[in-house]
């Protein structure tokens, strides 16, 4: 196995670590300093994963070591990760469900495209609102992340919970910021569908009268 395939098997990996880490930490009889440094080590995971994400795409067409398992693997651990953070933060109050129910039917609608253009001999490749809808799923997940621990640090130190809770109110801006963050990303995301999803109808349009 190749070094591009194996940064995308080590992400598929981290996506359990990221999990475990992140459920531990709010078990109900968790210590605050265990749950804060849980907290911690999935951010950091998540993070981690998200590099490999940039990098082995990369290492794979400079290096011409594009594979099979690559072009499967790649963009499902992407979906596995990013749609894992958003379960767990949709259980824990931080989003709202619809937030999923939205990202995950973009994602539907790109892969059913793309089984129709294999069919029509045509390639569906990513485009730029692809990338910035990655980008800022990433971006927002990783700040919910940091705005949990910090959430979950500042209950253990007494200064940091009163700048965090009294002011600047550091706690109500860091919220608003996350949720500013996540409308940006669900807009990229229905952004990137509809394109998607225009310049390919007439495969959708066929596939309707077959």
Not at 68 to 95: N, S
Not at 137 to 151: F, P
Not at 157 to 177: F, N, R, T, V
């Amino acid at each position: 196995m190749n070094l591009p395939n194996r940064l995308t098997l080590s992400r598929v990996l981290m996506i359990p670590v990221f999990v475990a880490l992140l459920e531990t930490a709010y078990i109900r009889t968790m210590p605050q300093g265990a749950r804060t440094i849980l907290c911690a080590a999935a951010t950091l995971v998540f993070v981690a994963a998200a590099i490999t994400d940039i990098i082995d795409g990369k290492l794979a067409r400079r290096w011409g070591m594009i594979t099979d398992f690559g072009k499967l693997f790649d963009p499902l651990a992407d979906k596995l990760l990013v749609t894992a953070a958003l379960i767990i933060f949709v259980y824990h109050g931080f989003f709202h469900g619809w937030v999923v129910v939205v990202i995950l039917s973009r994602e539907f609608i790109v892969t059913g495209l793309r089984s129709l253009g294999e069919r029509h001999q045509r390639t569906i490749a990513a485009d730029n609102w692809g990338k910035w809808k990655t980008i800022s799923q990433t971006v927002a997940i990783i700040y919910g992340l940091v705005h949990i621990t910090v959430l979950n640090a500042a209950q253990l130190a007494g200064p940091l919970q009163s700048i965090w809770i009294g002011p600047p109110h550091l706690e109500y801006w860091s919220g608003w910021m996350l949720d500013a963050l996540i409308t940006v990303a669900l807009l990229t995301t229905v952004a990137s569908g509809v394109t998607y999803l225009v310049r390919n109808w007439d495969l959708v349009d066929q596939r309707a009268r077959d």
